[in-house]
């Protein structure tokens, strides 16, 4: 890969988020790294000096930990150059891909090298992959590990791709057994199988979707979860929680010493199931998006920390696939790495949240949770990947203009608040005509 036009540049605002404040401050930046937090009026020399306007707020790039690409294998759903240039736009600076619905998923060291070719050469910002636990592949997770995937995902019901079946409970703790003895986190998709009826999906009526995924097998799923982490010591995710009700499951095995964490998203804390209108099949996720009340006590989560992170579940399909106004036939998945920042910032702001809480939440919690040490925070030493970001400003959320592949959005016509007006990535703006310059990460440091 070229190296990068690392830029030498002092950037002035009179709002950074440093640390647990927001602070009027100098972010000095050399060779990609920030190499000082000075005063705002104690300008180091550089060769470029950006001021941000009153209105601007300087923060650290996100980390983006639950992005599905697609590439290779569904590449007209989503791929490297796309999912990027949304991911920047929207001031994330570093995504980690999922190990579905690509073709071959990344289950093996073969299948990951196929990835990483795939998208070589593509991104603008910086990429590491998960790699998959499935039950081809137990007792051999040490070779993709050792190949620097960041963890593993698994399902305990149906993926939705036949290519990425799910872990039986038997399976499961084998598996969070064997990356226990590798020191590896394994993210999971807790839903019940069992538990979700079918014969309810079919029909544009959202409430049937939802009464076919009820609480109750997200509950079940995470209770199986905490078990097995319980016995084996094994470091687990629960990834894109929808159920609030979970929370005090979570909180009071936290509490006991397992070692779980939890994500939510950004469309669990916008959106609410009595909004959803007939046929908006643009709103169908798994699992699904609850009731009013439910999004406020995730949001209350977030706020007491018995929810660690929010990432996008950034999960793409063709227009095609979400034509139908059928929630048993439209593909489950909303496509939203470029809209996290902003969607999750009109809620927070609301809501008495602040943007060292978002940064908390969406930049430095993912980065942490991965072991990305080196960014998701300003601070001396650390990556130089920023935003200039405009909370005050408001827009209309237009799916066409977003670049994302498909123009399919749950937020089309949606007013939020907050704007990203530019990206740095090590100190460079990230900009079309300059080409993709993102990495391809690996556990424990770069390509």
């Given amino acids: 890969m070229a190296a990068d036009p690392l830029g030498d540049l002092v950037i002035r605002a009179s709002r950074v988020v440093v640390g647990d404040a927001e602070v009027p401050a100098c972010v000095e930046v050399r060779g990609g790294r920030i190499a000082s937090v000075t005063a705002y009026d104690r300008v180091p020399s550089a060769p470029t000096v950006v ?31 796309s999912a990027t240039r949304a991911a920047a736009a929207g001031g994330v600076t570093t995504i980690l891909d999922m190990p579905l619905n690509s073709i071959p998923p990344t289950t093996t060291v073969e299948a990951l090298e196929v990835k990483r070719a795939a998208a070589e050469g593509q991104c603008f910002v910086d990429v590491g992959f998960w790699g998959g ?121 936290r509490s006991s010493g397992v070692p779980v964490t939890v994500e939510t998203c950004p469309h669990y804390l916008t959106f609410d199931a009595e909004s959803v209108p007939d046929g908006a099949t643009e709103m169908k996720c798994c699992p699904p998006i609850r009731e009013a009340a439910n999004r406020e006590a995730l949001w209350a989560a977030l706020a007491s920390g018995d929810i660690d992170v929010v990432v996008s579940d950034h999960s793409p399909c063709t227009a095609a696939l979400k034509a139908s106004p059928d929630f048993g036939v439209a593909w489950g998945g909303i496509a939203s790495v470029q809209l996290g920042l902003p969607a999750v910032w009109t809620g927070a702001r609301s809501r008495g949240c602040s943007l060292v809480d978002v940064v908390r939440w969406m930049a430095s919690g993912p980065a942490a949770l991965v072991g990305l040490s080196d960014r998701g925070s300003i601070a001396v030493g650390m990556q130089a990947d920023l935003v200039r970001f405009a909370p005050d400003a408001s827009f209309t959320v237009s799916a066409a203009a977003l670049r994302h592949r498909n123009a399919v959005s749950a937020y089309d016509g949606m007013p939020l608040v907050g704007e990203v007006r530019e990206t740095w990535l090590r100190g460079v703006p990230v900009a079309d005509e300059d080409g993709p310059r993102g990495r391809l990460l690996v556990r424990g440091g770069d390509s």
């Fill in 51 to 81: 001021t941000l306007g009153e209105d601007e707020v300087l923060l650290p790039g996100l980390v983006d930990t639950h992005v599905h690409v697609n590439e290779p294998g569904r590449t007209e759903w989503e791929g490297f150059a």
């Fill in 133 to 253: 636990a499935v039950p081809s592949n137990l007792g051999s997770l040490s070779s993709l590990h050792e190949a620097g995937v960041f963890g593993f995902k698994c399902f305990l019901l149906d993926s939705g791709v036949e290519e990425f079946p799910p872990l039986s409970s038997s399976e499961f703790s084998s598996a969070l057994a064997e990356t226990a003895g590798l020191g590896a986190l394994m993210i999971v998709h807790a839903e019940d199988g069992s538990l979700i009826d079918d014969s309810l999906l079919r029909g544009p009526t959202y409430a049937g979707f939802l009464a076919s995924r009820p609480r109750s097998a997200e509950e079940a799923a995470i209770s199986l979860v905490l078990s097995a982490a319980r016995a084996t010591g094994g470091r687990a995710h629960v990834v894109h929680l929808s159920d609030a009700d979970a929370v005090p499951l979570l909180r009071e095995a």
